[in-house]
């Protein structure tokens, strides 16, 4: 009879400790959630140069793929700017290794501390100045975007260079910003931008 009264009396603390315990982990998943969601759109927009200047040093190139020096990172880095670093690697080693799978003639070429991809279904480097050329430099905290004069004039809904998709809004709106209109480029541009390429700063002519 004792051990029955014992159980029911402890059996609601049980049922309230795992209810806690249930809430606890719910909240923390919303929180991680929350963290995730907030990271993911950040990348979307220009990084501060206090951010790049900060980790400049901690990334470097293996083969083609970026890579985290953890001996280099700050010691005051915050939980935030971890993930959002992470991040930033991810995206950028997942363009590389979309383009290098690509069987379209495009090639991936490393220099120094980035990695270019040059499309060579449109016009190759060896152009006059004005024409330019299409290729992507990848680097970890964004990328610098080149079309030639052809591919903005012709891009019809947009145009894909290795792992890239540039859409022709985004090409519109980077011409108006040099006084430009739409498929009348003078010549090749190019841009700093990250995925999605919505946004883009550092616009000029090849």
Do not use: C
């Amino acid at each position: 009879m004792k051990k029955s009264i014992a159980i029911l009396a402890i059996a609601p603390i049980l049922f309230s400790a795992i209810a806690s315990l249930r809430v606890n982990s719910a909240l923390a998943d919303q929180v991680n959630t929350s963290i995730t969601t907030d990271v993911q759109k950040s990348l979307e927009h220009p990084l501060s140069s206090d951010f790049i200047n900060k980790f400049d040093q901690s990334i470097k190139l293996l083969g083609n793929k970026f890579i985290i020096d953890t001996n280099k990172l700050p010691k005051d880095i915050a939980s935030e700017e971890l993930s959002k670093l992470k991040a930033l690697i991810s995206q950028k080693n997942e363009i590389i290794s979309d383009s290098e799978n690509l069987k379209n003639g495009t090639r991936i070429e490393q220099n120094n501390n980035s990695v270019t991809i040059i499309s060579n279904s449109g016009n190759s480097g060896l152009l006059r100045f004005r024409e330019g050329s299409n290729y992507v430099h990848v680097y970890w905290w964004g990328l610098r975007i080149g079309l030639s004069k052809s591919t903005v004039n012709g891009i019809g809904t947009g145009v894909a260079i290795g792992g890239v998709w540039i859409p022709e809004p985004t090409v519109s709106k980077i011409l108006a910003s040099l006084g430009i209109l739409a498929a009348a480029s003078p010549g090749g541009i190019v841009f700093n931008s990250t995925p999605p390429i919505a946004v883009f700063w550092g616009a000029e002519f090849q």
